[in-house]
T-cell receptor, first 115, second 112 residues
């Protein structure tokens, strides 16, 4: 069964610091990759996704992620965080062509940005 | 205003009681999903439906049931067989299998 690992459960950093959140998955086939964000009291929303093409994808709010197939990784980055980036971040993977489009989520990383 | 609505926002369940969580979407999406969110465990798939009148079990279906009688509606029933129902429940939909899933605001279920 496929699994998704997010290495950090909690990250605390100051405004203007750079952020990188790790995500690794276990499935060896072709995958679609997602990062979702859950701001306090808000819906889970899509930050960015990778289906194919350029492995460096850009999302909303200045976030980007790089798909490295050889490392089964899809790390999320932001060069300079703001207080408003305080949220929980989830990496998710689905196997392309799998019945039901089952999304497997990582355990999430809570990010706290100190003003 | 298109989107996914879930109700109620908070729900309380007594021992031995079945409760039903509502999920409605007006996005004309074919596929709908129910997830359970627990701290530190991410989201886990309970049930999904790719088309009206059809649904499949996810990873943690025991103690839950669903129906998909209409394209826009996918209610989830938490039965008395679910021994640890306290969680945050999220409904999602996608235009089709393999496409991006969009999430509702969630329902928090608490056991009295």
């Amino acid at each position: 069964a496929q699994s998704v690992s997010q290495h950090n459960h909690h990250v605390i950093l100051s405004e203007a610091a750079s952020l990188e959140l790790g995500c690794n998955y276990s499935y060896g086939g072709t995958v679609n990759l997602f990062w979702y964000v859950q701001y306090p009291g808000q819906h889970l929303q899509l930050l960015l996704k990778y289906f194919s093409g350029d492995p460096l994808v850009k999302g909303i709010k200045g976030f980007e992620a790089e798909f490295i197939k050889s490392k089964f990784s899809f790390n999320l980055r932001k060069p300079s965080v703001q207080w408003s980036d305080t949220a929980e971040y989830f990496c998710a993977v689905t196997r392309r062509g799998a019945a039901g489009n089952k999304l497997t989520f990582g355990g999430g990383t809570r990010v706290l940005v100190k003003p | 205003d298109g989107g996914i609505t879930q109700s109620p926002k908070y729900l309380f369940r007594k021992e031995g009681q079945n409760v039903t969580l509502s999920c409605e979407q007006n996005l004309n999406h074919d596929a709908m999903y129910w997830y359970r969110q627990d701290p530190g465990q991410g989201l886990r798939l309970i049930y999904y439906s790719q088309i009206v009148n059809d649904f499949q079990k996810g990873d943690i279906a025991e103690g839950y049931s669903v129906s998909r009688e209409k394209k826009e509606s996918f209610p989830l029933t938490v039965t008395s067989a679910q021994k640890n129902p306290t969680a945050f429940y999220l409904c999602a939909s996608s235009i089709g299998s393999g496409e991006t899933q969009y999430f509702g605001p969630g329902t928090r279920l608490l056991v009295l």
